[in-house]
């Protein structure tokens, strides 16, 4: 006998990006509306490192915000909201934990891996194992699902949501869950936003280590000069190429992050009654579009199609002068922070 259809009235809202867009999302059900940009600021998402000693498929990984999973602990933490997290061994347990809590008439968060959800194009799926979505009800053997990247809700087989759950790799996400179980109806926004920001600033423009921080955007400057003399033609560009992938389409990247916090700062200035961040918000827009620029010409040198100038030397520069330039914005926002 073939079980109800469960459908929880659920207003999905595409996003720049899946962990924001989910808590975005979700908020909004539970009747505390958040923008994406202020999930992000209140969950201080934005973050800079490289770190040579970490690899992925034998390229060091560059990563332009904290670590996945943060930015929902911060938010929750910061408005004192109460979430469950679950993680399962068996694919069946996991799967009938969702459709107790869907039953109950609360929409799930889940973590997935990309390269298992059929409803995305197959250009957009790679093997990523930190994939955020929410599903919000089930007809038969399909489950609703909001998921932030796409601009409406669609569904998913149950088999195909059971691998998406349990992919192999790292991280291990062993079909994890988690939905809020209570939400304070006076959550203190302002607070909680000033808190996030400075908590921003300051490991944007304090962090010691040179490879994090604002300052690890030079040493990655450092490193990317010598590419081509280092790794020969070919292998340069593979690192290039992976570099650019990090920065425009793993996890949003450098300049769509910097699109977010900067939509953060402008509506921080009325929250905060800070007008200076507004300026602030115009700045943090312009380095964001250097970022994109810079992804663009490097895309073009990894295809062979670049200008004569645009050289391996030449995107090193440009990065040392974003870093420069973002050493002195957080310098400058931190000192601000300090006084609101």
Request: aromatic share 10%; net charge positive.
């Amino acid at each position: 006998m073939s079980q109800p259809a469960r459908v929880i009235p659920f207003d999905h809202q595409q996003s720049a990006h899946c962990e924001t867009g989910v808590i975005s999302n979700l908020m909004r059900f539970h009747g505390l509306p958040v923008s994406e940009p202020m999930a992000f600021g209140i969950g201080s998402g934005l973050f800079f490192s490289h770190m040579p000693f970490l690899k992925m498929n034998g390229i060091p990984v560059t990563s332009y915000r904290i670590l996945p999973g943060w930015i929902f602990s911060r938010f929750t933490k910061r408005l004192g909201i109460s979430i469950r997290r679950v993680t399962f061994r068996d694919p069946r347990e996991a799967m009938d934990e969702l459709d107790r809590v869907l039953a109950q008439g609360l929409p799930v968060g889940l973590l997935t891996s990309v390269f298992y959800l059929p409803y995305l194009p197959k250009a957009f799926r790679f093997h990523f194992n930190g994939h955020n979505i929410v599903v919000f009800g089930k007809e038969g053997d399909e489950y609703l699902v909001s998921d932030p990247v796409m601009d409406g809700p669609t569904r998913i087989h149950r088999s195909a949501l059971i691998r998406a759950r349990f992919a192999k790799g790292m991280p291990n996400i062993k079909g994890r869950m988690y939905y809020p179980t209570q939400v304070p109806a006076d959550a203190d926004l302002r607070t909680a936003a000033l808190r996030g920001l400075r908590r921003t600033a300051r490991d944007m423009s304090t962090t010691p280590l040179p490879m994090f921080g604002s300052k690890g955007i030079a040493y990655l400057a450092g490193r990317l000069r010598h590419y081509e003399r280092r790794l020969g033609e070919k292998d340069a560009r593979l690192a290039l190429g992976n570099l650019i992938r990090m920065q425009e389409e793993i996890g949003t990247g450098g300049a769509g992050f910097r699109f977010i916090f900067a939509a953060f700062l402008m509506e921080g200035a009325k929250l905060l009654n800070a007008p200076a961040l507004k300026d602030m918000a115009l700045e943090m827009s312009r380095i964001g579009d250097q970022w994109r620029d810079l992804a663009y010409q490097a895309g073009r040198l990894c295809k062979g199609r670049a200008e004569a100038h645009i050289t391996y030397d030449h995107l090193a520069d440009k990065l040392a002068d974003i870093g420069r330039q973002e050493t002195a914005f957080f310098k400058q926002l931190h000192q601000c922070a300090k006084q609101l």
